[in-house]
């Protein structure tokens, strides 16, 4: 029988590599007193103003609960704002000023975590590696 080769493990490998991506991301988000996690809520807040907690979560691809942590802090940061949604089963999530502000302050900080990754790897592997990473999130 021939024996497995577990360095070949995808599993293993990516989660090897999204922690080490997450903490040099945080490295930096942390300069203005945020993690990742919570800058790409953020992001997302913006980009899609007025989106309920179920379209935020499977935006992110994050469990619901730990979305509604995540923004629930945000919120009592003063970072984001919600509103029930008509149902009242829901909510939806705007940024607030000050959200808005820490968010154009993170930005400079979220190229600088881009292009140390793309410099890491080269233009071309970088893009190779966003590609495959997309194609792996439709699993």
């Known amino acids: 029988m021939e024996e497995d080769d577990f360095s070949l493990c995808v599993l293993d490998n990516a989660r090897k590599a999204a922690r080490a991506v997450s903490r040099h991301y945080d490295k930096l988000a942390r300069q203005v007193g945020m993690t990742a996690g919570q800058f790409s809520v953020l992001v997302s807040i913006r980009k899609y103003e007025g989106v309920t ?3 935020l979560a499977k935006r992110l691809s994050m469990e619901r609960t730990t979305l509604v942590r995540n923004v629930a802090l ?3 940061k003063g970072l984001v704002a919600s ?3 008509r149902d009242g089963r829901s909510k939806q999530y705007r940024l607030t000023p000050k959200g808005a502000e820490l ?3 993170a930005v400079p900080l ?3 975590a ?3 990754v793309k410099g890491h790897l ?3 592997e970088f893009l190779r ?6 194609r792996l999130s439709e699993l």
């Open 53 to 55: 907690t179920a379209a």
């Open 74 to 76: 945000l919120e009592r």
């Open 83 to 85: 509103q029930p949604v």
């Open 103 to 105: 968010l154009d302050t």
């Open 110 to 112: 979220w190229r600088q």
């Open 114 to 116: 881009q292009a140390d």
């Open 122 to 124: 080269g233009s071309d």
């Open 129 to 134: 590696a966003i590609d495959t990473l997309k």
